[in-house]
């Protein structure tokens, strides 16, 4: 990726195929693939969207801060969409993406199971997978979510229960379940897929997925460039290691290692860890870290799936808020953005909504 040193000089991170699904939203926030040390405010941006059956380029809407799509049914099919970011008049990023646009129905009714293997994202509430499920529902997909943990009372975004089921630990780490014994795949000191599935029952078969959706927790404490790539060679070794033991344990399972969302402003890292952990360092971590998992998983054939979250959460407006006071002599109150890292609901389902096109993707 570009250094990142000076405004001239700026990375967007986007995989080369992305999905979208006809009739829901499609959303790409430029806060979550656009890698700089600078205020997105320092760029223009110029999205050239060539959507199949779209002559008119009505379909998409370029906005201040994201692009953005619902498909209707003319714009099933392959398209491009090209991202250009501009420092003034100069030319400093670009990235083009192919984007497959998928009917909501399946052909004919599918059963897949999904175990997620993740942190709090998914373990704190389990809204992500509860409206996972609702929308692959509508897409004439029937989504067993499979675990040794719950969240019985998850809702998705119409406020329907959908007890959801996972192996999401809030904290955690690639390292915690890759070697630690208390992880539910260390068995005698070793990742054990198999032996995990016979301990508790669990099957899974061609075809079903398991989700790594981790990064939070390792990319928090490294505080310079340095240390961040050495985090990131354990984190991809270790990942490395997971995908080939959990597909030589269950040939044909499809894996999706889902990208890390972007995170809120500064005044969340301060209401969350005063002056521990800055913004832009997490942020700088995140992008290095997105760059790696694009250089080693895009455009994989062995059924190995990038899952594009970190650029679908809106970090604007759906991220929590608290009414709080100026100052001390101010006592009139503002909205203020309080969680750095979880979103209020509307994001944990815009979350759940990232994951479901590329699930929708893989069937007829």
Known sequence: ?????????????????????????????FDGFVSSWFDLGFYNFDVISNIVGDANLLASRQENYR???????????????????????????????????KPLLCAAPVSRK???????????NGQPLAEL????????????????????????????????????????SFNYFYTDGASP??????????????????????????????GINDMSGPTSDAAMQASIGLMLAQQNAMIANIQAVVPG?????????????????GANYGSGLVGWRYKRNRALWLDAMLSSYDKRSDKVFLVPAHVALDTRNNMQVSNTAFNAYNTATFSKQVNAIHPASSGFYQIGASLFPTIRAQEN
């Not at 990726?1 to 999905?19: E, F, H, K, T, W």
Request: charged share 10%; proline share 6%.
């Open 114 to 124: 999904l175990l997620t293997i993740g942190d709090s994202i998914i373990g704190n």
């Open 253 to 269: 399972i499809r894996v999706g290692l889902v990208t890390t969302p972007a995170c809120a402003p500064q005044d969340s890292f």
């Open 1 to 29: 990726m570009n250094n990142g040193l000076d405004p001239s000089s700026v990375s967007l991170q986007l995989p080369s195929m992305l999905y979208g699904v006809q009739g829901k939203e499609l959303n790409l926030y």
């Open 67 to 101: 692009w953005t799509i619902t498909p209707g049914p003319a714009n099933v099919g392959l398209s491009s969409v090209a991202f250009n970011a501009y420092y003034g008049p100069t030319l400093v990023g670009c990235q083009s993406a192919t984007l497959r646009i």
């Open 133 to 172: 499920v609702n929308l692959c529902s509508q897409g004439n997909i029937t989504l067993t979510t499979v675990g040794t943990k719950s969240n019985l009372t998850a809702t998705d975004a119409q406020n329907v229960v959908r007890p959801v089921y996972h192996e999401a630990v809030p904290g955690k």
């Open 185 to 214: 795949f260390v068995f005698g000191g070793q990742f054990d897929f198999a032996q995990y599935l016979n301990v508790n029952g669990i099957s899974l078969s061609a075809d079903d997925w398991v989700f790594i959706f981790l």
